[in-house]
Each structure stands twice: as structure tokens, then as C-alpha cells.
């Protein structure tokens, strides 16, 4: 799984942190997503999918 | 194909007080889009399909400028004032949004709130213990569900503990719909003041908070007092009444589904109370009057042709309940997997608190009904008052006993 996110179209709602920490991250400053992992594991595809699908931006791309 | 057409808002049906519209509900089945007719007479589009309303909101092409002709406005005041308001988050589309918006999130981060929970934790034991020390019945709505969310954003904007009574009082007075439109007015005066004088005084003395962090701003030049305690008093209002309306009448959906309360008073699974939270935000909708759009470029959805210059209306709750993403949705089901719910909106524009909200429900559901097991309804269901006029559904009191 390869994960990219556009830091531009964010709006900093904080939801693919809740849906999978290892993964986004956010900055201090203004809650703009941080990815934290371009490539994460299988255990953690499932999580990574729910982020990008509440992502209300679409921000997150997965490429399988 | 004939067109759909309904007046909106509409009424919910008597005894089903959780329960869209079943108006709005029956066109929903037939088609994703229809056409809704508003106070004014005038007639949009009425989107109600959970993936119609995801693609218009997050559509670039779709836009919030209220002051474009044809805008479907809320209300004849909404519609008189609009050269009267200011730029905000809420009539902008990016970029000046982006703007707007980044300068609104720090505290609302993940993290920001995680840090924030042992703060809420503490407010939820203190108005437990003063409610259960007084006496009964008393009303939900003021013993805990409207002052626990006051007093969670006076701590996140910074506003000192002594000026907590004064902020209390005029934040609940500004929403009150028992106050007179003056009275409204003078609170809302209040508290503007005071948060252009807290924001001035930290430009000079640092402290903690929100206000501390958008004073930095003010004094690097990217925004001015003004912006900023007109910024401050839209994250007070917004969200106050909002948690206040889902901690009361939650608690009373709860209470008529003694089964779904032992959920959260029984789970010390924080993953369970998560989920359980989201159903909550699902099943009870309470952003009930339409997010208002319009179109600048024709948007081909759902067969149909929005065409520029053409108002959109989007119903939140009609989504949180279309069968084909949420089988069975009149049943509040805790454990079901409701993360697609449109609660906070969608978009650029979802709500900016959504974090914090969650966090004081998941605290306050897992600590109210442990704490008090025995908690009952201390009216008869029908003669419950119910917010059917809001902007944001809930109960004007909940009666309570234990």
C-alpha cells in the first residue's frame, strides 16, 4: 500500500489521525496532516483505507 | 421524470422525536436529488443521497458565498444582513477560507485535545457531584450539558478562571431562545468585548490557550483584534449549544434504549465508546436545518444537472439515515460501524471542533450513567420541548431523577 496526501486540500479536521496514528500525524501550528508512513503495513491497510474514506478534504490518495 | 417537490424544513412526526422528517425521508427513497421550496418561496435542489452529498460537499465547484443572487439563506434575517456580515469561515470559499480556517484548528489537533481530556474528565466529575448533592428532579440541560461545554472552551480559548462565572452567563444568555433578540444581542456584545480585551492583553502578556495563540498573530500583523474576537466568539457558539444538545438529548435517546446505555456504562473500551460515540452523531443528527450551497459551474450528479448559478440545500440527517449506508437506520445501534455519518458535515467546511465534541460525549456518556446507574426521566415523554426551530436539534430541559 502506498499512501500520499495533498497538504494543500487539508483542513486540518484531524480525522485520519483518529483512524490511524501511526500513520498521519498532525503539525502544531495549524493541524495540517503530516504523513508519518508513505508505506504502511498490512495490518494497519485497513485503518489507513477508513482514514482517507472520512477524510472530508479528499487528501488522502492510496495506491494499492 | 417528475420532480419532487417539498417544503423545507419540514416537521418531524409526532412520537418519533429522533427521526428525520418522514417528508424528507420519502422523497430520499425515491431519488438521490429532488427540489426543495424555502421560506421565501424559492425552489432548490435537495440533495439526500449519502454519496450525493459527499460529492457536492466536497466539490470545488460548489460554494458558500452567500452574498452570490440565488443563495438559499436560512431565514428573511439571514437574507436582509448578508452585506452586513463579515467574511468568516462560514461564507467563504477557499483560498480566503484556507485562511480563516488555519487560524481556527491549532487547539483542535488530536493531540491539542487529548491533552484536554483530563480537564473534562474533572468538569464532568465536579457537575456529577454538585448535581447529585442538590436536589431532584432537577434538569440535565443545566446541571451538566450546558455547562460542561462552556466551561471546556473558556479552558481551551484561555480565559482566565476568574472571568469563568461572566463568560458562563453571557454564553448561555447568547443562545438562550427564552432571552429577548436584545438580550441575545447584549451577551453576544459582552463577550465580544471581552475577548477583543483578552486578545489585546496577550498580544502584551502571553498565557495559555487560543487566545494567547492568535494574539502572537495579531502582533506578527496576519490578522487584527477584530478578526480575531470575531473568530474567538464563533468557536464559543458554535461549540457550545451544539455539545449541550447532543450531551441532553442523547442522554434522553438513551434512557428510552436502556439496552444501548449499558453500553457506554458497561465498556471500558475506549475503541467501543469511539464507535458508540459515532452512532450517537448518526442517529441523532442534530444539525437538522440543511447546510446552504450554490453552484458556480454546472455539476452533472445523479442524472440531474445542477447548473451554475442554481442554490443546493443538503439535509445531513436524511443522509445519516439512507438504508443503503446504514442498514436499518431508525435502530440506534451502538456498535454499529457509523464513521460515514455526515453529523459534522462534509467538506471544507466540516466542523472545525469535531475532535473536542468527540471527546467531551465520549467522556461524559462513559462517566453520567456509571456514575448514576439508577438516572431516569423525571417528566412523561410528551411533554418533552423539543428545539424543532433550531439550527441545532436537542431539548430545551431534561428532567431528571435517580
Given at each position: 500500500?502506498?499512501?500520499?496526501?495533498?497538504?494543500?486540500?487539508?483542513?486540518?479536521?484531524?480525522?485520519?489521525?483518529?483512524?490511524a496514528?501511526?500513520?498521519?500525524?498532525?503539525?502544531?501550528?495549524?493541524g495540517?496532516?503530516?504523513?508519518?508512513?508513505?508505506?504502511?503495513?498490512?495490518?494497519?491497510?485497513d485503518?489507513?483505507?477508513?482514514?482517507?474514506?472520512?477524510?472530508?478534504?479528499?487528501?488522502?490518495?492510496?495506491?494499492? | 421524470?417528475?420532480?419532487?417537490l417539498?417544503?423545507?424544513?419540514?416537521?418531524r412526526?409526532t412520537?418519533?422525536?429522533?427521526?428525520?422528517?418522514?417528508?424528507?425521508?420519502?422523497?430520499a427513497?425515491?431519488?438521490?436529488?429532488?427540489?426543495?421550496?424555502?421560506?421565501?418561496g424559492?425552489t432548490?435542489?435537495?440533495?439526500?443521497?449519502h454519496?450525493?452529498q459527499?460529492?457536492?460537499?466536497?466539490?470545488?465547484?460548489?460554494s458558500?458565498?452567500?452574498?452570490?443572487?440565488?443563495?438559499?439563506?436560512?431565514?428573511l434575517?439571514?437574507?436582509?444582513?448578508?452585506?452586513?456580515?463579515?467574511?468568516t469561515?462560514f461564507?467563504?470559499?477557499a483560498?480566503?477560507?484556507t485562511?480563516?480556517?488555519?487560524?481556527?484548528?491549532?487547539?483542535?489537533?488530536?493531540?491539542?485535545v487529548?491533552?484536554?481530556?483530563?480537564?473534562?474528565?474533572?468538569?464532568?466529575?465536579?457537575?456529577?457531584d454538585?448535581?447529585?448533592?442538590?436536589?431532584?428532579p432537577?434538569?440535565?440541560?443545566?446541571?451538566?450539558?450546558?455547562?460542561?461545554?462552556?466551561?471546556?472552551?473558556?479552558?481551551?480559548l484561555g480565559?482566565?478562571?476568574?472571568?469563568?462565572?461572566?463568560?458562563?452567563l453571557?454564553?448561555?444568555?447568547a443562545?438562550?431562545?427564552?432571552?429577548?433578540?436584545?438580550?441575545?444581542?447584549?451577551?453576544?456584545?459582552?463577550l465580544?468585548g471581552?475577548?477583543a480585551?483578552?486578545?489585546?492583553e496577550?498580544v502584551?502578556?502571553?498565557?495559555e490557550?487560543?487566545?494567547?495563540?492568535?494574539?502572537?498573530?495579531v502582533?506578527?500583523?496576519?490578522v487584527?483584534?477584530?478578526?480575531?474576537?470575531?473568530?474567538?466568539?464563533?468557536?464559543l457558539i458554535?461549540?457550545?449549544?451544539?455539545?449541550?444538545?447532543?450531551?441532553?438529548?442523547?442522554?434522553?435517546?438513551?434512557?428510552?434504549?436502556?439496552e444501548?446505555?449499558?453500553?457506554?456504562?458497561d465498556?471500558?473500551d475506549?475503541?467501543?465508546?469511539?464507535?458508540?460515540?459515532?452512532?450517537?452523531?448518526?442517529?441523532l443528527?442534530?444539525?437538522q436545518?440543511g447546510?446552504?450551497?450554490?453552484?458556480?459551474?454546472?455539476?452533472q450528479?445523479?442524472?440531474?444537472?445542477?447548473?451554475?448559478?442554481?442554490?443546493?440545500?443538503?439535509?445531513?440527517?436524511?443522509?445519516?439515515?439512507?438504508?443503503q449506508?446504514?442498514?436499518?437506520?431508525?435502530?440506534?445501534?451502538?456498535?454499529?460501524?457509523?464513521r460515514?455519518h455526515?453529523?459534522?458535515?462534509?467538506?471544507?467546511?466540516?466542523?472545525?471542533?469535531?475532535?473536542?465534541?468527540?471527546?467531551?460525549?465520549q467522556i461524559?456518556y462513559?462517566?453520567?450513567?456509571?456514575?448514576?446507574?439508577?438516572?431516569a426521566l423525571?417528566?412523561?415523554?410528551?411533554q418533552?420541548?423539543y428545539?424543532?426551530?433550531?439550527?441545532?436539534?436537542?431539548?430545551?430541559?431534561?428532567?431528571?431523577?435517580?
Amino acid at each position: 500500500m502506498k499512501v500520499s496526501i495533498d497538504q494543500s486540500r487539508c483542513v486540518a479536521a484531524g480525522s485520519c489521525v483518529a483512524a490511524a496514528a501511526a500513520v498521519f500525524d498532525q503539525r502544531d501550528e495549524d493541524g495540517i496532516v503530516v504523513l508519518l508512513n508513505a508505506s504502511p503495513p498490512a495490518d494497519l491497510a485497513d485503518d489507513v483505507r477508513q482514514a482517507a474514506a472520512v477524510c472530508p478534504a479528499l487528501a488522502i490518495t492510496i495506491e494499492d | 421524470m417528475t420532480e419532487a417537490l417539498i417544503e423545507f424544513p419540514s416537521a418531524r412526526a409526532t412520537g418519533c422525536p429522533f427521526a428525520p422528517p418522514p417528508d424528507q425521508r420519502a422523497v430520499a427513497a425515491a431519488r438521490p436529488l429532488s427540489k426543495a421550496r424555502i421560506w421565501d418561496g424559492s425552489t432548490h435542489w435537495f440533495v439526500t443521497g449519502h454519496a450525493e452529498q459527499r460529492a457536492i460537499l466536497s466539490d470545488p465547484r460548489v460554494s458558500m458565498d452567500e452574498k452570490r443572487p440565488g443563495f438559499p439563506h436560512q431565514n428573511l434575517n439571514m437574507a436582509q444582513t448578508t452585506d452586513h456580515r463579515p467574511p468568516t469561515i462560514f461564507n467563504t470559499d477557499a483560498p480566503e477560507h484556507t485562511r480563516f480556517r488555519r487560524l481556527m484548528t491549532p487547539p483542535f489537533t488530536v493531540k491539542r485535545v487529548a491533552a484536554l481530556r483530563p480537564g473534562i474528565q474533572r468538569y464532568t466529575d465536579e457537575l456529577i457531584d454538585a448535581m447529585l448533592a442538590g436536589p431532584k428532579p432537577t434538569d440535565l440541560v443545566d446541571a451538566l450539558a450546558l455547562p460542561l461545554p462552556t466551561l471546556m472552551i473558556s479552558e481551551m480559548l484561555g480565559v482566565p478562571y476568574s472571568d469563568h462565572e461572566f463568560f458562563q452567563l453571557h454564553a448561555v444568555v447568547a443562545v438562550d431562545r427564552n432571552a429577548t433578540a436584545e438580550e441575545g444581542a447584549r451577551s453576544s456584545a459582552e463577550l465580544g468585548g471581552y475577548l477583543a480585551q483578552l486578545i489585546t492583553e496577550r498580544v502584551e502578556t502571553p498565557g495559555e490557550g487560543w487566545v494567547s495563540d492568535i494574539a502572537e498573530k495579531v502582533r506578527g500583523g496576519e490578522v487584527t483584534v477584530a478578526e480575531a474576537a470575531q473568530m474567538a466568539v464563533v468557536l464559543l457558539i458554535a461549540g457550545h449549544e451544539t455539545s449541550a444538545n447532543m450531551i441532553a438529548l442523547g442522554t434522553l435517546a438513551l434512557l428510552q434504549n436502556p439496552e444501548q446505555l449499558a453500553v457506554f456504562r458497561d465498556s471500558d473500551d475506549p475503541r467501543v465508546t469511539a464507535d458508540a460515540v459515532e452512532e450517537m452523531l448518526r442517529y441523532l443528527s442534530i444539525a437538522q436545518h440543511g447546510l446552504r450551497r450554490i453552484a458556480t459551474e454546472d455539476i452533472q450528479i445523479g442524472g440531474e444537472v445542477i447548473r451554475a448559478g442554481d442554490g443546493i440545500i443538503v439535509p445531513l440527517p436524511i443522509a445519516n439515515w439512507d438504508p443503503q449506508v446504514f442498514p436499518v437506520p431508525e435502530r440506534l445501534d451502538l456498535h454499529r460501524q457509523a464513521r460515514a455519518h455526515h453529523a459534522f458535515g462534509f467538506g471544507i467546511h466540516q466542523c472545525v471542533g469535531q475532535q473536542l465534541a468527540r471527546a467531551e460525549l465520549q467522556i461524559v456518556y462513559s462517566t453520567l450513567y456509571r456514575r448514576v446507574p439508577t438516572l431516569a426521566l423525571a417528566t412523561e415523554l410528551d411533554q418533552i420541548e423539543y428545539k424543532t426551530d433550531h439550527f441545532a436539534y436537542g431539548v430545551t430541559a431534561l428532567p431528571v431523577t435517580w
